[in-house]
């Protein structure tokens, strides 16, 4: 079953203005991750964030992980035309340190 | 540039063909991991190798083969596809396991299947 969950499915949002996504997983992690992937391309890693964290920063972005609630959100302020994208969580488990499983992801549109 | 290169970008092949599609990185990683990407659907892990050995095989049906000769290249084999098989395969490389550190993706090979 899948293991992380984005939330929501869908954001559209105007330039400058910041956007919020939430990621819902379901057992104990060692890390979470968040990929961005340009239509039809590849992912591109963003963030890894580590199960002793709480919070990470790393430009426009910032996530934030909660692993008493098994949630984390990416926050990307000041947004651009060009952030214009999918965003994926996720996380490994299921006992094998090579299984990272995505979500559905948030596709975030960032009108000019 | 990504440092982890697909070919071919796109193929579309019949029902009966055999086609392979190939990965290299360039990144000096020891992991190597083929994804499947379907319409609404998450991405699917196929196959996982950490020096050369197979660590995971994900259920994948015998119709698609993979082979890792070596830690920088790797193929994905495709006999007998069905038209459901059509989707975006990412390959990618990881220096260490993701339970520690992040993955490298190409921009994936875009199979149609007739």
């Known amino acids: 079953s899948q293991q992380g969950e984005e939330d929501p499915q869908a954001l559209s949002i105007q330039e400058g203005e910041n956007a919020t996504m939430n990621c819902s997983y379901k057992?104990?992690?060692?890390?979470l991750q968040w990929y961005r992937q340009n239509s039809g391309r590849g992912l591109v890693h963003l963030i890894l964030i580590r199960s002793n964290e709480r919070e990470k920063h790393s430009g426009r972005l910032r996530v934030t992980l909660d692993t008493s609630k098994k949630s984390s959100s990416l926050l990307i302020t000041a947004s651009r035309a060009a952030d214009t994208a999918s965003y994926f969580c996720a996380t490994v488990g299921g006992g094998s340190n090579y299984k990272l499983t995505f979500g559905k992801g948030t596709l975030l549109t960032v009108n000019p | 540039e990504t440092g982890v290169t697909q070919t071919p970008r796109h193929l579309v092949m019949g029902m009966t063909n055999k086609k392979s599609l190939k990965c290299e990185q360039h990144l000096g990683h020891n992991a190597m991991y083929w994804y499947k990407q379907s319409a609404k659907k998450p991405l699917e892990l196929m196959f996982v190798?950490?020096?050369?050995?197979?660590?995971e095989n994900n259920s994948v049906p015998s119709r698609f083969s993979p082979e890792c000769p070596n830690s920088s290249h790797l193929f994905l084999h495709l006999h007998t596809l069905q038209p459901e098989d059509s989707a975006l395969y990412l390959c990618a490389s990881s220096q260490r396991e993701p339970s520690t550190g992040e993955l490298f993706f190409g921009e994936g090979s875009r199979l149609t299947v007739l």
């Open positions: 190798y950490s020096l050369e050995e197979r660590v």
């Open positions: 057992t104990s992690i060692n890390n």
